[in-house]
Structure formats: structure tokens, C-alpha cells
């Protein structure tokens, strides 16, 4: 059985960090890219940035370029995702997604986590 299990989320002051886990059961990650994508109140779900075997790290949303960093423990199957210097419109909750390739598009992930909300706040 397919699953994504997100960890890691809380509240935090702007300028601090977190790391998000997304634990992957089921399938290995080495032939699927996961996808990290947040979704704000009210706002459409974004997609964040994504990793592969084949395309290595791909950002989708300028504004987390140079904040956020994605890595991969096989061993452990899982994806972490590490938040610098946060802001407070980077207030969302966060989902990780399995897909047969990177894309920013979320129809094309067919597993996804039950998201972990991250607050970004004084």
C-alpha cells in the first residue's frame, strides 16, 4: 500500500527554520520524483519543488529559491525538506506527492501526504 506520511511542521518565528520529513512507504523512491507543493487559506495549492533520480532538484517557486533545500535518504526512504529563513507568506499547509515525473502540475501526482501545517508568525 502507497503511503506519504509528513512530519515536521509547527510554528516558528520569522527568520527561523524547519525541516518537513515526507516518509514513503510502499514504492521505492528512486523510480518516482516526490513533489512538495503548499497550499495557503483560500489560495490555490502551489507547487514548491520537486526531486527525481532523473531531474535532480527542480524549484518551482521563485520565491523559496535560495530558503528552501530538498534531499533524499533512500535508505530510509524518505524526503526532507529544509525551510531557511522563513517568512510569513510562506504560511501553509504542506504536502508531499508521488509522481511518475517532476512537474508543478498537481493532477499529475497520484500519492499524496495528509499535509502538515507550517505557521509563520511572530
Known amino acids: 500500500q502507497v503511503q506519504l506520511v509528513e512530519s515536521g511542521g509547527g510554528l516558528v518565528q520569522p527568520g527561523g527554520s524547519l525541516r518537513l520529513s515526507c516518509v514513503a512507504s510502499?514504492?521505492?523512491?528512486?523510480?518516482?520524483?516526490i513533489g512538495w507543493f503548499r497550499q495557503a487559506p483560500g489560495k490555490e495549492r502551489e507547487g514548491v519543488l520537486c526531486?527525481?533520480?532523473?531531474?535532480?532538484?527542480?524549484y518551482y517557486a521563485d520565491s523559496v529559491k535560495g530558503r528552501f533545500t530538498f534531499s533524499r535518504d533512500n535508505a530510509k526512504n524518505t524526503v526532507y525538506l529544509q525551510m531557511n529563513s522563513l517568512k510569513p507568506e510562506d504560511t501553509a499547509v504542506y504536502y508531499c506527492a508521488r509522481g511518475p515525473f517532476c512537474s508543478a502540475y498537481a493532477g499529475q501526482y497520484d500519492y499524496w501526504g495528509q499535509g502538515t501545517q507550517v505557521t509563520v508568525s511572530s
Open positions: 526531486i527525481s533520480s532523473r531531474y535532480g532538484n527542480i
Open positions: 510502499g514504492f521505492t523512491l528512486d523510480y518516482h520524483a
